[in-house]
């Protein structure tokens, strides 16, 4: 098993650009999360999703858009990136069922907004 | 609104010695998660608390819960240098998948 898988590693961007980062996991989890790690904030939650067809907002999901079309995939769009939104961006996954919901979390995408 | 706070922030410390990272949380809450991260890698969970009174040890360290001070306890017994790392703690609101991760603490062993 691959787990939860991110692509791109690293990206630069200039304000306005748009871009996707891709998020995929090969455990049959149902529920997907995306956070941002900004130095002394720890992680915040962006979006997270329950399942295909399910999404919702998490703490800051202002400029970032997600959909889930597939249990596999849960994309999050940046519509016109904004030197704000410099971070790392982690994409995480656990299953929904029981009481235990570890996330497994996916190696980061490192966006760098010029 | 949920909000998670650890404390220390950053914790420098001798090897050999013991020390307690703290997570206080908002709101009711029935699980605790403990996770780590080495600089520039991902998040790995360490320990998933269920239960007021729920303790998990693995090697040197120790997570303890309870519900009912909504607090959470990390103790390192005779850190190593291998458990310099960020430590973060995290609370998934009773009912929902919203996870709310506290500010990390950064620790750093000192041979």
């Known amino acids: 098993n691959a787990g939860v898988t991110q692509t791109p590693k690293f990206q630069v961007l200039k304000t306005g650009q748009s871009m996707t980062l891709q998020c995929a996991q090969d455990?049959?989890?149902?529920?997907m999360s995306w956070y941002r790690q900004d130095p002394g904030m720890g992680l915040r939650l962006i979006h997270y999703?329950?399942?295909?067809?399910?999404?919702d907002q998490g703490e800051v999901p202002n400029g970032y858009n997600v959909s889930r079309s597939t249990t596999e995939d849960f994309p999050l769009r940046l519509l016109s990136a904004a030197p704000s939104q410099t971070s790392v961006y982690f994409c995480?996954?656990?299953?929904?069922?029981?009481?235990?919901?570890?996330?497994?979390f996916g190696p980061g995408t490192r966006l760098l907004v010029l | 609104e949920l909000k998670v706070e650890q404390n220390p922030l950053f914790l420098s410390m001798q090897e050999g010695k013991n020390y307690t990272i703290y997570c206080n949380y908002s709101?009711?809450?029935?699980?605790l998660y403990w996770y780590r991260q080495d600089p520039g890698k991902s998040l790995e969970s360490l320990f998933v608390?269920?239960?007021?009174?729920a303790v998990k040890q693995e090697g040197r360290l120790m997570a303890s819960l309870d519900t009912k001070a909504r607090l959470s306890t990390l103790h390192i017994t005779a850190a190593v240098h291998d458990l310099s790392a960020t430590y973060f703690c995290?609370?998934?609101?009773?009912?929902?998948?919203?996870?709310?991760f506290g500010t990390g603490t950064r620790l750093k062993v000192l041979a």
């Open positions: 709101t009711t809450s029935d699980r």
């Open positions: 999703s329950v399942g295909a067809g399910i999404t």
């Open positions: 995480a996954s656990s299953s929904g069922a029981g009481s235990v919901k570890t996330q497994y």
């Open positions: 995290a609370v998934d609101s009773r009912g929902t998948y919203k996870y709310i």
């Open positions: 455990m049959n989890h149902e529920y």
């Open positions: 608390l269920l239960s007021n009174g």
